[in-house]
């Protein structure tokens, strides 16, 4: 679409999307591609917004329903984030509400009559709400501003979190014609953009990619040995007074490790879809409200989730798919400030998800297009290379040098011709007819005297005892790697026998050769510095400044880091009085701000990044009157 229309409306008043940008917003300029957009839905264009997580898509919506006449419409995939999402907005002074089945009939009639009378700037609703009959014409009855449709990958019936309502939301673009259309996510490979764009009607709109790169996430992949003692050590020494989200394959497994944390002294909660509703509710309104938590769930947890103070994301089960382990992963971080994607993953993940995959019923396409996520998916966990630039690429997005921020760049993994060994492995397969699983094969190769191996005759096969050189580990490795590279599979009646492939035979031949990672025995990559002892967690942690000593080294002046514990006490405070999570407030980010700059009156209030008008005269004086309760520093004695 040409960018006439929008460019015409961006000029005719430029001075108002800036003024809303910090007065409403508190901040003095755009991010990346932000203005382009916001000029392009103001204007009337309908568009697919592609933009990481905490890169500011919320914004591309939020402020155009904010300088068009009547309300900005969001479909919202989860009711019980809604309520979050509308009191930020009216945290800034944004007349913002949601519908929805928890609200009596009363409040209902009560936001359908501010609707009507054009007094809502922002409603939310989720899909199955948008398509009732009676919304649709109470809409049409209304003046719209725009609709923003959030979590727009939901529509994509191969994705990860697949919404079936999503895929009727092509209404809009037959009743509300003269309405612009904004769909956003984070996760989107080129076949789900098309899908978006088809499925939704924005055949004529515009396609922003923003890019996928999230700079201030450490990624790291380590092979298996320990599971949950492995999950204790990482947080115990990098993060242990810091929020996070564990995410686990089973609710059981959910349900052990949650337990399991606890026991070692850190505040851990589960969340499953087997638990009662009134339970998972109060889990999830508790890691959002307070500090510190960490919340062990299921992939059923986290869609839309606005929690900025996340500090580490760790997978204890391999994720199915890139863009599942992307759109998790980017729950990390959101505020900009360092931040780890963890993953723990071994040759029984690759085993049982390759075996659910071939036993599913799904059609042979789907298979299809599944088995080339989940080779992606291993291949991004065996590469020697930058993680960074594999995960980016997956995306369409090229990365010109190694991103210096993951594991294999930090510390480099060892690799060494593994032609031999893997010849040892393929070959025992076959010679114990293809019929076996890893472990079976294994004991074989190194030569175990099982009743088992006896009783089938696998004592007597040229390849028993061949593999001395490595031990039990070293072979899991290897098989592990041969699955991801292609070369081993599972049989397809879902019983785990290892098979191989037809890629499988060059090297059997000797006509190819494969390099190998060697698994590092145990490597720990710090980030702040501090040494947390398992089991030492405070219960009062949430009072520390976490690792923002990380990010300014402001912070690591004591007189500094004091001060942004007393601000983050302060907001804890105001947040429980006004029923809201504490970033919905300020964030750490703003907060860490003021300690350094420490602002003394409202104009130097005001200039702090994220703080806007109505927070300023909602919170200001608290906050300067904390910042205000120590002596300058001309002031103190000298040390």
Avoid at 148 to 170: K, M, N, T
Wanted: with cysteine; glycine share 8%; aromatic share 6%.
């Amino acid at each position: 679409m040409d960018m006439t229309p929008s460019s015409v409306y961006i000029l005719a008043m430029p001075n108002s999307a800036l003024d809303i940008l910090k007065d409403v917003f508190g901040y003095d300029t755009f991010r990346g591609r932000q203005a382009e957009i916001i000029a392009h839905v103001a204007g009337g264009g309908d568009c697919l917004v592609l933009m990481p997580t905490g890169g500011g898509k919320s914004l591309c919506y939020q402020l155009p329903a904010l300088l068009r006449p009547g309300t900005g419409v969001v479909i919202s995939p989860l009711i019980a984030l809604m309520q979050d999402q509308v009191a930020a907005m009216r945290q800034l002074g944004v007349r913002a509400a949601f519908l929805n089945s928890t609200l009596p009939a009363a409040d209902q009639r009560r936001i359908e009559t501010l609707l009507r009378q054009r007094e809502l700037d922002l409603l939310y609703l989720a899909p199955e709400r948008l398509l009732q009959e009676r919304t649709l014409a109470l809409l049409e009855q209304s003046e719209l501003a725009l609709f923003a449709i959030d979590e727009a990958h939901c529509v994509s019936q191969w994705g990860h979190d697949f919404r079936p309502e999503y895929l009727r939301l092509d209404v809009l673009e037959q009743r509300f014609t003269a309405v612009p259309r904004l769909a956003c996510t984070a996760t989107a490979d080129q076949r789900t953009q098309d899908e978006i764009v088809a499925k939704l009607g924005l055949t004529d709109g515009r396609v922003f990619v923003t890019g996928f790169d999230r700079p201030n996430i450490r990624y790291r992949v380590v092979p298996r040995t320990g599971g949950r003692a492995q999950l204790l050590r990482f947080i115990g020494r990098e993060y242990p007074t810091a929020a996070g989200i564990v995410y686990c394959l089973s609710r059981r497994r959910v349900e052990q490790t949650a337990d399991y944390l606890c026991e070692h002294g850190f505040r851990a909660l589960p969340y499953h879809a087997g638990l009662p509703n009134s339970l998972r509710k109060q889990n999830q309104q508790r890691f959002l409200r307070e500090d510190g938590l960490i919340i062990v769930a299921t992939i059923a947890f986290g869609m839309g989730i606005d929690k900025p103070d996340v500090r580490f994301v760790a997978h204890l089960d391999l994720p199915r798919s890139l863009e599942a382990y992307y759109q998790e992963t980017g729950r990390a971080g959101r505020d900009g400030l360092p931040a780890t994607a963890y993953l723990t993953y071994g040759l029984q993940d690759v085993i049982l998800l390759r075996r659910l995959l071939e036993t599913s019923e799904a059609d042979d396409r789907h298979k299809r297009i599944e088995r080339q996520r989940l080779e992606a998916m291993l291949g991004y966990c065996e590469v020697a290379s930058c993680r960074r630039r594999v995960l980016l690429g997956h995306f369409g997005e090229q990365l010109a040098e190694p991103c210096g921020n993951c594991d294999t760049c930090l510390t480099p993994p060892e690799t060494f011709d593994g032609t031999v060994v893997a010849q040892k492995a393929l070959s025992c397969v076959a010679r114990t007819g293809q019929r076996f699983g890893a472990l079976y094969v294994i004991d074989v190769l190194l030569g175990k005297q099982t009743a088992r191996i006896e009783r089938f005759g696998h004592d007597r096969i040229s390849t028993f005892g061949i593999g001395s050189e490595l031990d039990r580990t070293g072979w899991r490795s290897v098989l592990r790697q041969l699955m991801a590279r292609g070369l081993l599979t599972v049989d397809r009646e879902g019983i785990g026998s290892l098979q191989l492939t037809e890629a499988s035979q060059p090297l059997l031949q000797g006509e190819a050769t494969l390099e190998l990672r060697r698994d590092p025995l145990h490597v720990t990559i710090g980030r702040t510095g501090r040494a947390g002892r398992t089991g030492s967690r405070r219960q009062d942690s949430a009072d520390e400044p976490l690792v923002l000593k990380a990010v300014a080294g402001a912070l690591d002046r004591p007189e500094v880091s004091e001060r942004f514990a007393r601000l983050r006490t302060l907001r804890r405070r105001l947040a429980a009085e006004a029923g809201v999570p504490p970033y919905v407030v300020f964030h750490d980010k703003t907060l860490a701000a003021m300690a350094i700059h420490r602002p003394v009156d409202k104009e130097q209030f005001l200039a702090i990044s994220g703080v806007g008008q109505v927070k300023l005269t909602t919170y200001g004086d608290q906050f300067l009157a904390e910042l205000n309760a120590e002596p300058p520093a001309a002031e103190r004695p000298a040390d």
